[in-house]
């Protein structure tokens, strides 16, 4: 078969010859890939740069995407640490780890979407108390997890949900998927009486964040949540010590590790339902798996989804 193959952490993908997979134990299946989202984090794993990586070279990146099994179902699936991902023509998978989706779907678009959303979803339902008429602010929504976690903060019943980042002609676009206002960072503290913060920034834009919010908040005594989710901005971020004095704020992180695998999974077949329905919208753009290398480094505001 063919993959993209990783010779080294400092190295881009190379497309080429792969032995095919073979199933070593009960709880693997041999699988067609029909596509895989080229995602933040499957560069991050890749490279050795992400927290959940293994390290280990060579290796084909993929860290989900939509495959057929043999009984010709159309499954969604997410990969463990493996050497084996879903950038190739065929890969193995736990079937536990995996949802089979409704006939009809676009593998490219769940490809695309489900990666994205499952960061901000797993976050409101797993690791926040969350409930209808909330209020959230969304730091970096202009990026494609950002636009996701709008929609989804609405459709999860917020009441009203502001979206900041620092482009305000991309912010404008974001109205229409269900932002009731959008901010630049520099009147953060129009955000100031929201519930839940989601934050794809962190920082020193997320720090500095923090004091114009909590001194202007009507009750200081509110909780606040500050959802701790990417870190496009900075792995570290400088934040006062006052910010966690003078307010009711609760920072928390959600991703692999605080939120446990079977947490993930059990939202799996919702959020695959609620992408299939085109309740979420991503902005795809399928690549062929032979071009992986150019997109590899692209820069590109749709989600790039290699299929063979």
Excluded: C
């Excluded at 502001?162 to 960072?185: Q, V």
């Excluded at 934050?199 to 720090?207: I, M, Q």
């Amino acid at each position: 078969m063919r993959a993209a193959v990783i010779p080294a952490a400092d190295a881009p993908p190379v497309y080429r010859d792969h032995p095919d997979p073979a199933e070593r134990h009960g709880d693997e299946m041999a699988v067609e890939v029909l596509a895989a989202g080229l995602h933040h984090l499957t560069r991050a794993k890749a490279n050795g740069s992400h927290y959940s990586g293994n390290g280990g070279y060579p290796l084909v990146p993929g860290v989900d995407g939509v495959v057929r099994d043999q009984e010709g179902n159309l499954r969604y699936a997410v990969l463990d640490d493996t050497a084996l991902g879903t950038f190739a023509d065929r890969t193995l998978i736990d079937p536990r780890r995996s949802v089979i989706l409704p006939g009809g779907v676009d593998p490219v678009q769940i490809a695309a979407a489900m990666n994205p959303a499952m960061s901000s979803w797993v976050a409101l339902r797993r690791r926040v108390d969350f409930h209808p008429g909330q209020r959230v602010l969304v730091l970096g929504a202009t990026g494609n997890a950002g636009r996701t976690a709008v929609q989804i903060a609405k459709l999860f019943g917020a009441a009203q949900v502001i979206a900041a980042g620092r482009d305000a002609t991309r912010l404008r676009a974001l109205t229409a998927l269900g932002a009731d206002e959008t901010i630049t960072f520099d009147r953060i503290g129009q955000a100031a009486d929201v519930d839940v913060v989601i934050d794809y920034v962190w920082g020193e834009p997320a720090a500095g964040a923090m004091i114009p919010m909590l001194t202007a908040r009507a009750d200081r005594t509110a909780p606040l949540t500050w959802i701790q989710i990417g870190s496009i901005a900075g792995h570290t971020a400088p934040i006062p010590s006052a910010a966690l004095r003078s307010a009711r704020l609760r920072i928390v992180g959600s991703g692999i590790g605080s939120v446990p695998a079977r947490d993930f999974l059990a939202e799996l077949p919702e959020l695959a339902s609620a992408v299939a329905a085109g309740a979420i919208d991503v902005r795809a753009r399928a690549v062929p798996l032979a071009q992986v290398a150019q997109a590899w480094t692209a820069e590109t505001d749709d989600r790039v989804v290699l299929v063979p």
